[in-house]
């Protein structure tokens, strides 16, 4: 976790430090079962490589466990795992019965926003899981894409980019999870007006294996045929100033922006799924409406 001052929010240095910064002098470094232990039910990371958790295990079952692992007490029973599940779940695959760990008193807010840090700091999530930890910190405490990216010191627009994701048909994230499907080609059908051509279009860039940019050609195609009730035809691609335009925009916004341009002047299509995806908008706008 390299300069993480750099690039995490208020608050979250503490955090972090407070959670690595292990003196084997003043903390107590425990030998627990485990069978006492348990993942942090705040963990986003959903699936682990089995070849690189196994090369783990045979290290543990060959030298141990240098680094303990981090756990609070559970409310319930035994201990919840605060950071170092891959070490909990090598130790097991190598059949051990205790690890080595120091009990940390953590709140459930520190528990969900090391969990999703832990992994974000060391690129171990996928896209799918990402928007999840987002989504996650939002409903369970009560933030907004704005705070999200506040403490996690990201910009609105790369969480915006993320949560998009989650409005996916349910097959289309699996191609995603299955990695047949990159985040940039599924930002491109999230463009689709007719949403119920996402499915379709997906397997297509799947079987075909068509770029991001053939990809946008296409739906830009539909869009079209869907607004003028004709057959899609092969437009001509837009210049490279335009299409540029739009990356920019659409990261500045977090959705779909797509420019029209003919004899100089034309105008700009800024996509919002919802009335509080509007809000958003207007407010990185910074349009605001006195309240009635």
Same mark, same amino acid.
């Given at each position: 976790m390299k300069?993480?001052?750099?690039?995490?929010?208020k608050g979250i240095d503490a955090l972090f430090q407070e959670l690595e910064e292990v003196d084997v002098k003043k903390d107590e470094v425990l030998e627990l079962s485990l069978n006492e232990l348990r993942p942090n039910p705040y963990q986003p990371r959903k699936t682990f490589d089995e070849v690189s958790l196994q090369e783990l295990a045979n290290s543990i079952e060959q030298s141990g466990v240098f680094q303990p692992i981090i756990v609070r007490k559970s409310a319930v029973k035994g201990y919840e795992i605060i950071a170092g599940e891959r070490r909990f779940r090598a130790s097991k695959l190598a059949q051990r019965e205790t690890i080595p760990a120091i009990i940390r008193d953590f709140d459930e807010e520190a528990m969900m926003q090391v969990a999703v840090l832990e992994n974000l700091q060391r690129e171990d999530l996928n896209p799918l899981e990402e928007a999840e930890a987002y989504d996650m910190l939002m409903k369970n405490l009560k933030l907004t894409q704005a705070e999200v990216a506040e403490r996690l010191g990201k910009s609105r627009p790369y969480i915006a980019n993320y949560l998009r994701l989650l409005s996916l048909p349910q097959l289309v994230k699996e191609m995603m999870q299955d990695e047949r499907l990159s985040m940039? +080609?599924?930002?491109? @059908?999230?463009?689709?007006?007719? $949403?119920? +051509?996402?499915?379709? @279009?997906?397997?297509?860039?799947? $079987?075909e294996n068509l770029t991001v940019r053939q990809l946008e050609q296409l739906v830009s195609t539909m869009n079209e045929s869907k607004d003028k009730k004709k057959v899609p035809r092969i437009v001509k691609e837009k210049p490279y100033y335009l299409r540029e335009s739009?990356?920019?925009?659409m990261d500045k916004f977090g959705t779909s922006v797509e420019i029209q341009e003919k004899e100089g002047k034309g105008k700009i299509e800024i996509e919002y799924l919802s009335q509080s995806d509007l809000t958003r908008i207007l407010d990185i706008l910074d349009i605001h409406f006195d309240e009635a």
């Open positions: 300069n993480k001052g750099k690039s995490l929010g940039g +080609q599924a930002r491109t @059908l999230l463009g689709l007006k007719n $949403k119920e +051509q996402i499915l379709k @279009l997906a397997n297509r860039c799947v $079987k739009e990356d920019r925009l």
